[in-house]
């Protein structure tokens, strides 16, 4: 059994957290920060390491996510290497243990928000766990990650559970983009899954987008570009599109999803949720609004990625038709006007831009 020793306040270490999401305002920052130093003043025991998966996953059930951070913080505070140096091979179990944690925890999607509260609140011990180990947490992690993808090559039209997004994730949050034995695989992953998967239900188009911003955030300093992201966007673009339309006839009832039908005057919310993720509702309105609002700011975004390149206007040719064919008598104010920039933006890149030909040189006359 794991060990538990009382200390005193005194000797609590408090500090700050990383957020997980970039998107999180800073009021529920604050908010994530007093839920962590209340949890900390109110549990003073010092936890050992445990000696296998059932002694963490026992510590650590049915306890708040703030909690179960307070608990991972100490067990790597009283069992640190600068304390003992034999501690290495434990430390890093713990990582994998908590790796295990994580998906054990996605089994149960009626409740999506607890699997990103934890998330959120274990981030920065995955890190400490990280930092002690590298190389270790680097194979464990691909190891997983590699697994979750062997189980998707089983059924590759469906999306899988949410446990990958938060694999995918933490990939993202503790290595950069130098890591391409790491990170490689997982754009891999992220675009097979984009390619093969159907788009069926609400979970499946926030499940997709949520890749799609994934692999933005991991391209987000090489500038990358993504033919699966484009082209996912542009398929959320076409089910957008009312059944009259010439340019893209329907070919099936899911064709038409996210056609706005009735006027809307302004979104109050223009995100996504987490609960959209496991979400088994019907398309309404406001969620309609909302996909098209995220996808278009992702082309764009895109869009600010390729610009520079002769082929750009190419690449979007596809959107530019898409967009064209919005009913956008039915869009926000705002949205409408952004929708209208870009149109500008992507005709002005067909105007502007100068194509230098491949030709052959013109062969010399030979002289006599």
């Not at 992953?189 to 499940?207: I, S």
């Not at 933006?345 to 105007?351: C, V």
Request: hydrophobic share 35%; aromatic share 8%.
């Amino acid at each position: 059994m794991i060990k538990k020793v009382q200390i005193s306040k005194t000797n609590l270490i408090n500090r700050s957290i990383m957020g997980y999401s970039e998107t999180e305002s800073l009021n529920e920052d604050f908010k994530e920060i007093k839920l962590l130093d209340k949890a900390r003043g109110e549990s003073q025991s010092m936890y050992g390491l445990p000696e296998n998966y059932e002694q963490l996953r026992e510590l650590l059930q049915d306890k708040p996510s703030h909690d179960q951070s307070v608990i991972i913080e100490r067990m790597i505070q009283c069992n640190h290497l600068s304390l003992q140096k034999e501690n290495m091979i434990e430390v890093s179990s713990l990582f994998e243990y908590l790796l295990r944690h994580l998906s054990d925890i996605c089994c149960d999607l009626k409740d999506c928000k607890k699997c990103f509260d934890v998330f959120t609140c274990l981030t920065p011990q995955f890190f400490d766990l990280a930092m002690l180990n590298p190389e270790r947490a680097h194979i464990s992690l691909l190891d997983v990650i590699q697994e979750k993808q062997t189980e998707y090559r089983k059924d590759t039209s469906r999306f899988p559970g949410i446990d990958v997004i938060l694999y995918l994730n933490l990939s993202y949050q503790l290595f950069t983009e130098k890591e391409l034995q790491l990170l490689t695989p997982n754009l891999v992953f992220m675009e097979q899954m984009l390619t093969t998967c159907q788009v069926k239900t609400r979970a499946d188009v926030a499940y997709g987008l949520f890749l799609v911003t994934l692999i933005a955030q991991y391209t987000s300093l090489s500038k990358g570009y993504s033919p699966a992201c484009v082209m996912f966007l542009n398929g959320i673009l076409r089910i957008a599109i009312p059944k009259n339309s010439k340019q893209f006839p329907s070919s099936n009832k899911f064709s038409c999803s996210l056609v706005l039908t009735e006027p809307v005057d302004s979104m109050d919310n223009d995100k996504l949720d987490i609960k959209d993720l496991t979400d088994a509702k019907d398309f309404d309105q406001s969620f309609r609004g909302k996909v098209i609002n995220v996808s278009l700011g992702l082309l764009i975004y895109f869009h600010s990625c390729c610009e520079s390149l002769p082929s750009c206007f190419e690449i979007f040719e596809r959107t530019l038709v898409s967009l064209k064919q919005l009913p956008v008598m039915y869009y926000p104010k705002e949205l409408n006007e952004t929708i209208s920039k870009f149109i500008h933006d992507l005709e002005q890149s067909n105007k502007n831009r100068i194509l230098k030909f491949i030709i052959m040189d013109t062969e010399l006359d030979k002289t006599i």
